[in-house]
């Protein structure tokens, strides 16, 4: 079986889903923005926010919280792909090994100690596992958010421990939170922010891994057919 064209299967299908789920909203804000219709005719009002600014408030949430979506699919891929690795190759994780790894972190935690078991030199990847493991959080912080009042979700601070400059902020955010443009804002957490570029980049990175894996995955499972011939 071919995994790894199953991991692509899904990773073609996410892209295809932001694309078609954000494209209504990106082009909400367009037209709020260039006053086109059917944002072209603001009722009269003395509020001194611009015209439309609640409508474009939700679009730009809408795209955001799409993004999230799409990263918790990638989440769910990766971890599908995982799973059914370990079930081909028999992994054996004793005294719930595999969740205190997990606990870890993706890349120092259960890759790490599965790449061990199989014998698999983890150094020779070129992906960017940093920006993986983020993949993973925030989707935790995604499917477990903690107010009801807004849609927005943070960072934990202890991700932030681990990643003081997280790969998924916007550029406003973090200009005050990373470069601290507005001095010590420690005790705040800056949002998770997904957008188009940062979801192809998180794509990109988790395939160039799944890409690498599947051979030495393939290797292990079928030793002979890895060695090269008299």
């Avoid at 059914?84 to 972190?105: C, D, H, P, Y």
Wanted: hydrophobic share 40%.
């Amino acid at each position: 079986m071919d995994i790894a064209w199953f991991f692509r299967k899904r990773t073609r299908f996410i892209r295809f889903t932001y694309e078609r789920a954000a494209k209504p909203f990106v082009e909400m804000k367009r037209q709020i923005e260039g006053g086109f219709p059917p944002f072209d005719d603001p009722p009269l009002s003395e509020d001194p926010e611009p015209p439309f600014m609640e409508e474009w408030s939700d679009a730009e949430t809408a795209i955001v919280v799409v993004g999230r979506s799409c990263v918790s699919m990638l989440s769910a891929s990766l971890k599908l792909y995982f799973d059914t690795w370990e079930k081909e190759l028999s992994v054996q994780w004793e005294n719930r090994q595999k969740t205190k790894a997990w606990r870890k972190g993706f890349a120092d935690g259960y890759l790490l100690e599965l790449c061990d078991a199989l014998s698999i030199d983890l150094n020779d990847s070129h992906a960017d596992l940093a920006v993986i493991e983020q993949v993973f959080l925030a989707r935790n912080r995604d499917q477990h958010p903690e107010s009801i009042h807004s849609m927005r979700v943070t960072h934990s601070s202890s991700d932030r421990a681990k990643y003081p400059n997280p790969f998924f902020i916007s550029e406003s955010e973090r200009t005050m939170y990373v470069e601290g443009e507005l001095g010590d804002i420690s005790f705040m957490s800056p949002s998770v922010h997904v957008d188009a570029e940062m979801l192809h980049h998180a794509i990109a990175e988790a395939e160039s891994l799944v890409d690498w894996l599947e051979p030495q995955f393939s290797a292990v499972k079928y030793p002979r057919s890895a060695e090269p011939k008299a």
